[in-house]
């Protein structure tokens, strides 16, 4: 769908949405490289200065009026004051060009300019068309994920989907609530590795989503394929494809494989199913309760290619089963009543076996992981969002909790969150030494009576990260499929085995602190809940734990929170240079000083100086 497609459909909206995705993009890229140190920054009062270079080589000068924040030192940029050479500007064109075609040298520039456009171009679309508000029918979990439409609010390409196209996007986006079919094909059972969590069986999970009429058309195409006998003696997986991924990669990739019927493609399967805000993990609509699949997509989003390698898929029933043993023998979390959506089967090509020639091109194209469904774990009364609905601001401009924040009101709320969302994730770290990547997208808040209770998480077939031998019970750790030399060179941030604690307190700090809370805090300045009240809370949550175990002492200063400095991912480098070398940056910690704001305040309290 074209320009025109979204026109007609945006009720004549389209050139205030054309021109704000612009602005977004614009303030999203100089927030990251003036935080990353990619842009020269003056700062005078509250306008901050850069210069470019136009296409004759004269400098140019950008301003705009922005802010450092108090969490890590983020800049925000306030909307619409950006300006070239004193004139409001919302050309993306001229604005890359001049920023960072002509100024920057980064390996990748042409393909970061190229992330940024089509970033455009797609939210564009999906802004042109959302309603006002969120209907009070998709008021719940597997609604929301489709409404999360705001995408990542610190990567300037947060919705960049390489690969895409307009019809593409329009037909898979989750913005658009489009139904999607799942393709199916039949794998010789000898290509195909399963694993499957404890308690469950691979016929049992597929069969949640094939009814017994797919199954049969299944079988007959199998026979009529010339591969009789296949169904009777078990020699063939069938495995779910995304329709994208067969059309465009697995079609051609294996094309050998389906003449020699080592692969045969199946069609699609009855039920339709909704995508969720990953795009990839789809739900199913005809049967509420099934487990979500999350499936291979070789299109690039943010700062990563979707597909999903092979030790992954055949890691995720083991840290779940792991995982889930180790937070139900936990006394802790067990209060908190914190849990996890385990990844249950998990189903690969063995791409170990193809030629060298294929090989490279056919890496993690084709798998799927089965994750429960967040209603196995919700009990009566009991509603989930997913944590970044904490930041969505509706089309109407009314955020998406508004409601619950002034029913409640804004101390006691926050409170609530604070304590729900950061007690399980510093527990796993102090006592567990685990961490995962646990930013917004992959935590589900857990309310009642629109008041926070409790959290699960999500995504953990390679969002786990921890030093073996500091687990708090190393024996109990699962042995992992290890990965491939190739994928270490293909992804050099993913990774589950860290070399050192700070690896893995870094982890925590990147994901959760930096990106998950720091955007929720900027959330709740508007209900007058400053940044720094915010982070206090945070602090005195770790405080109060650090009080009540003493018996991790050790483990407070080898995962220690409070330190100076915060190690975090500069991600618009990553885009721009390249995963040669890992680029992390120091940011100010506002753990620290809020504790010791805290510290002080708890002080003069108890000497009645502050009431």
Not at 43 to 66: F, I, K, N, Q
Not at 439 to 452: G, W
Request: charged share 25%; glycine share 6%; proline share 4%.
């Amino acid at each position: 769908m074209g320009v025109v497609g979204y026109r007609a459909e945006a009720g004549g909206r389209t050139e205030a949405v054309y021109v704000g995705v612009q602005e977004r993009i614009m303030r999203q890229t100089l927030e990251a490289m003036w935080f990353e140190g990619i842009l020269d920054s003056h700062v005078s009062g509250s306008e901050w200065r850069t210069e470019g270079l136009t296409s004759s080589g004269d400098s140019v000068a950008y301003t705009c009026e922005a802010e450092r924040k108090f969490s890590f030192g983020r800049v925000k940029v306030k909307k619409g004051t950006i300006q070239r050479e004193g004139v409001n500007c919302t050309d993306l064109d001229l604005f890359l060009e001049e920023i960072v075609l002509n100024a920057l040298k980064g390996a990748n520039v042409t393909a970061f300019i190229q992330e940024l456009l089509e970033t455009m171009a797609k939210d564009s679309q999906c802004q042109a068309i959302l309603p006002l508000n969120i209907p009070n029918e998709d008021r719940h979990y597997d609604a929301l994920e489709s409404h999360m439409t705001d995408g990542h609010l610190y990567h300037p390409s947060y919705k960049s989907r390489l690969g895409f196209s307009l019809k593409d996007n329009l037909a898979y986006g989750p913005e658009f609530n489009t139904e999607v079919a799942l393709v199916w094909v039949a794998v010789k059972k000898e290509l195909a590795q399963t694993a499957v969590s404890t308690g469950y069986t691979s016929e049992e999970l597929v069969g949640q989503h094939l009814t017994v009429e797919d199954v049969q058309r299944f079988h007959q195409m199998l026979e009529c394929d010339g591969k009789e006998g296949a169904v009777t003696d078990d020699s063939y997986v069938f495995i779910p494809v995304h329709p994208w991924q067969w059309e465009h990669q697995l079609e051609t990739v294996y094309a050998r494989q389906l003449m020699d019927g080592d692969l045969v493609y199946l069609g699609p399967s009855s039920s339709p199913y909704r995508a969720q805000q990953s795009i990839r993990s789809l739900s199913n609509r005809v049967n509420p309760e099934a487990p979500y699949i999350k499936l291979s997509l070789s299109i690039t989003n943010t700062s990563s290619t979707r597909i999903l390698a092979q030790h992954t898929t055949q890691n995720a029933p083991l840290i779940s089963d792991w995982l889930d043993e180790l937070v139900r023998e936990d006394e802790l979390l067990q209060q908190a009543q914190f849990g996890i959506l385990k990844e249950i089967m998990g189903l690969s090509f063995r791409y170990e076996q193809l030629p060298a020639t294929q090989y490279g091109r056919a890496y993690g194209t084709l798998g799927a992981i089965w994750r429960e469904n967040v209603s196995v774990h919700l009990k009566e009364g009991e509603t989930a969002w997913p944590l970044n609905a904490l930041m969505l601001v509706q089309t109407d401009g009314v955020p998406f909790i508004q409601d619950a924040v002034e029913r409640h009101g804004v101390e006691k709320w926050s409170e609530a969150l604070v304590r729900t969302v950061t007690l399980p994730i510093i527990h796993l770290l102090y006592a567990h030494g685990i961490a995962l990547e646990s930013h917004a997208q992959n935590i589900i808040l857990v309310l009642e009576n629109d008041l926070p209770k409790r959290i699960l998480i999500k995504d953990l077939h390679d969002g786990v990260r921890y030093v073996p031998d500091q687990l708090l019970h190393p024996e109990l750790a699962p042995k992992l499929n290890p990965e491939p030399e190739t994928h270490r060179k293909f992804n050099r941030y993913s990774f589950i085995y860290a070399g050192d604690v700070s690896e893995v307190r870094d982890y925590t700090y990147d994901a959760f602190f930096f990106i998950c809370m720091t955007d929720i805090a900027l959330a709740l300045e508007k209900y007058g809940l400053s940044e720094e009240a915010f982070w206090q809370l945070c602090a005195g949550v770790i405080v109060d734990y650090q009080k009540q175990h003493s018996e991790y002492t050790e483990r407070f200063v080898a995962f220690d929170l409070f330190a100076e400095d915060a190690l975090i991912e500069e991600m618009t480098k990553r885009r721009l240079y390249g995963d040669g070398e890992l680029n992390f940056r120091k940011a100010s910690n506002p753990l620290k000083v809020s504790k010791d704001a805290l510290e002080s305040k708890r002080t003069l309290e108890l000497k009645g100086i502050v009431e």
